[in-house]
């Protein structure tokens, strides 16, 4: 299986700042990663797909990346409905895998 | 817009058999582009991916539960369901039923879940 290493799992911060959370795959996935979006209560939402496509309806603050197999969720400027937990979910094979979270907080 | 609901009993007793169905509205899920799955998460813990099925019913399955776990697919009904035995407290959780994304001319790769189902709660106890 491949296994998702994700970090930080946690992060403060205000609105306006830059937030990065990376995911690191045991093996390579080539582009076929995911990053949702999981507010309380509520169901993830798919951000991005394939490391760096924004899904339809998502704001153009959120972008991803990848170098090799380290992946990169960066949030340009905060916003207020933006405090949530993020996942990577590696999207190359069965069996599907998550990464453990991150959960931005309000500084 | 396609929606998924999920439907089952709330609560399950140790050593039972866990049962749920989706059931997909305003799209067909005879589509070879997509896989129909089944996400879980404790409370106040991760996602889990339980597994997922195929429109031909070609199926794959989380190695920690796949002694455990069925996955079907009635395309009549435009369902799909989740079986899931012998559980204990460790199965509680909020499943979600999704639907996976899937490219390549097989559908082999790329599998990403774009619409999910609004999760139910399952507790099991005695």
């Known amino acids: 299986d491949i296994q998702m290493t994700q970090s930080p799992s946690s992060v403060s911060a205000s609105v306006g700042d830059r937030v990065t959370i990376t995911c690191r795959a045991s093996?390579?996935?080539?582009?076929?990663l995911a990053w949702y979006q999981q507010k309380p209560g509520r169901a993830p939402k798919v951000l991005i797909y394939?490391?760096?496509s924004l899904q339809s309806g998502v704001p153009l603050r959120f972008s991803g990346s990848r170098s090799g197999t380290e992946f990169t969720l960066t949030i340009s400027s905060l916003q207020p409905e933006d405090f949530a937990t993020y996942y990577c979910?590696?999207?190359?094979?069965?069996?599907?895998?998550f990464g453990q979270g991150t959960k931005v907080e309000i500084k | 817009q396609l929606q998924l609901q999920e439907s089952g009993p709330g609560l399950v007793k140790p050593s039972e058999t866990l049962s749920l169905t989706c059931t997909v509205s305003?799209?067909?899920?005879?589509?070879?582009?997509?896989?129909w799955g089944w996400i879980r998460q404790p409370p106040g813990k991760g996602l889990e991916w339980i597994g997922s099925?195929?429109?031909?019913?070609?199926?794959h399955y989380n190695p920690s539960l796949k002694s455990r776990v069925t996955i079907s697919i009635d395309t009549s009904k435009n369902q799909f369901s989740l079986k899931l035995s012998s559980v204990t407290a460790a199965d509680t959780a909020v499943y979600y039923c999704?639907?996976?994304?899937?490219?390549?001319?097989?559908?082999?790769?790329?599998?990403?879940?774009?619409?999910w189902g609004k999760g139910t709660t399952v507790t099991v106890s005695s």
């Open positions: 999704a639907r996976s994304h899937c490219s390549g001319s097989n559908c082999y790769y790329n599998y990403y879940m774009d619409v």
């Open positions: 305003d799209g067909s899920i005879s589509s070879s582009t997509y896989y």
């Open positions: 099925v195929y429109y031909s019913g070609s199926t």
């Open positions: 093996q390579g996935i080539s582009n076929w």
């Open positions: 394939a490391a760096s």
């Open positions: 979910q590696q999207a190359n094979s069965f069996p599907l895998t």
